[in-house]
Nanobody, 123 residues
Framework: QVHLVESGGGLVQAGGSLRLSCAAS????????MGWFRQPPGKERQFVAR????????TYADSVRRRFSISRDNAKNTVYLQMVNLKPEDTAVYFC????????????????WGQGTQVTVSS
């Protein structure tokens, strides 16, 4: 059974930083691309970032480019999302997901999902 467990969320002031982690089990981690999505209050889930199986190819949403950085450690079956210069509009539940290498940024490009971790950015 596949499990993706996010951690690292919390409350932070605007301009602050957080690092999210997602620990994966029950799958061959290195054969999956990994992604981060978020769902702001009252809005649909939206793509944040994804990273290739090797970790060499990151992709970002325009809204987070140059502020967020995705990385992975295949030896630890973990993907990370480093977030700096956080803004109130970054407030959302953040989800990690595992999917194919096709490069897609839509929810249906990903097969497995975590339960999410709340990030709240105060102004």
């Amino acid at each position: 059974q596949v499990h993706l467990v996010e951690s690292g969320g919390g409350l932070v002031q605007a301009g602050g930083s957080l690092r999210l982690s997602c620990a994966a089990s029950g799958l061959t981690f290195s054969t999956y691309a990994m992604g981060w999505f978020r769902q702001p209050p009252g809005k649909e889930r939206q793509f944040v970032a994804r990273i290739s199986r090797s970790g060499r190819i990151p992709t970002y949403a325009d809204s987070v480019r140059r502020r967020f950085s995705i990385s992975r450690d295949n030896a630890k079956n973990t993907v990370y999302l480093q977030m700096v210069n956080l803004k109130p509009e970054d407030t959302a539940v953040y989800f990690c997901a595992a999917g194919g290498e096709g490069g897609g940024t839509y929810s249906n490009d990903f097969e497995y999902w975590g339960q999410g971790t709340q990030v709240t950015v105060s102004s």
